[in-house]
């Protein structure tokens, strides 16, 4: 099946900096997303994004299918974008079964 | 609310029990999913079901089942109980593979 790498598995910034997430997956993927999970353990949806770029307010995620990677950006980081950012794929057709990755965790600290 | 929602948010209970969780949405999703997220946080399917299909994770041992009784519930049933199946186990649902959708989790603790 298809495998999906997260880096830096931690990261630690100050209020108001600037961040990359990275995604490396094994195989072509029809599907790819981006989740947050918060400090009280909920997963949030935050981008569905096979390929190209998309962006939400301080947040926005970029997918090269073609090299097999995608990026979350996080500007202006705020306390409230701490937790584990995972990202996930699948590949084949039918089964919309997401692999995910082992997760970024993000402190952001004041 | 549209939502997923799942109950119960906790659940301690002793080895070799039976217990269920059960899993609502009402987004009018047709897929719904199982996963577990064990104490590293790593998140794994378990299952997936949709009213045509039930696809079964190779892992998950047969004391695991996931019952359906209509297109907006997927409740996970789990027999003999053990300590290694203690974790966080999250709903989903889907309409196809878009507007994924977490529930809230259950945090099952074997002792």
């Keep these: ?15 108001g900096a600037n961040s990359t997430l990275r995604c ?13 999970q918060n400090p009280w353990g909920q997963l949030i949806n935050l ?30 980081s705020q306390t409230t974008d701490s937790g584990v950012y995972f990202c996930a794929a699948y590949s ?11 997760g970024t965790k993000l402190s952001v600290i004041p | 609310d549209t939502a997923v929602s799942q109950t119960p ?18 987004l009018g999703h047709d ?13 794994k399917i378990m299952f997936s079901y949709n009213n045509k299909e039930l696809i079964i994770n190779e892992t998950v ?9 209509d297109k907006a519930h997927l409740n996970l049933h789990i027999n003999s ?18 507007g994924y959708t977490f529930g809230s989790g259950t945090r099952l603790t074997v002792v």
């Design chain 2, 9 to 26: 948010k906790y659940l301690v209970t002793q080895m070799g029990n039976d217990k269920s969780i059960k899993c609502e949405q009402n």
């Design chain 2, 61 to 69: 041992p047969n004391r695991f089942s996931p019952k359906s009784p």
């Design chain 1, 47 to 76: 981008f569905y994004i096979p390929s190209g770029t998309k962006q939400n307010g301080r947040l926005s995620a970029t997918t090269v299918a073609t090299e097999r990677y995608s990026l979350l950006y996080i500007s202006s």
């Design chain 2, 81 to 98: 109980l053990e300590l290694g199946d203690s974790a966080v186990y999250f709903c989903a649902s889907s309409r196809q593979q878009l």
């Design chain 1, 92 to 102: 084949g057709a039918g089964s919309y079964q997401l692999t995910f990755g082992k």
């Design chain 1, 1 to 15: 099946g298809i495998q999906v790498e997260q880096s830096p598995p931690d990261l630690i910034l100050q209020e």
């Design chain 1, 24 to 36: 490396n997956f094994s195989d072509s993927v029809n599907n790819l997303q981006w989740f947050h």
């Design chain 2, 31 to 43: 897929t719904m999913y199982w996963y577990k997220q064990d104490s590293k946080k790593f998140l």
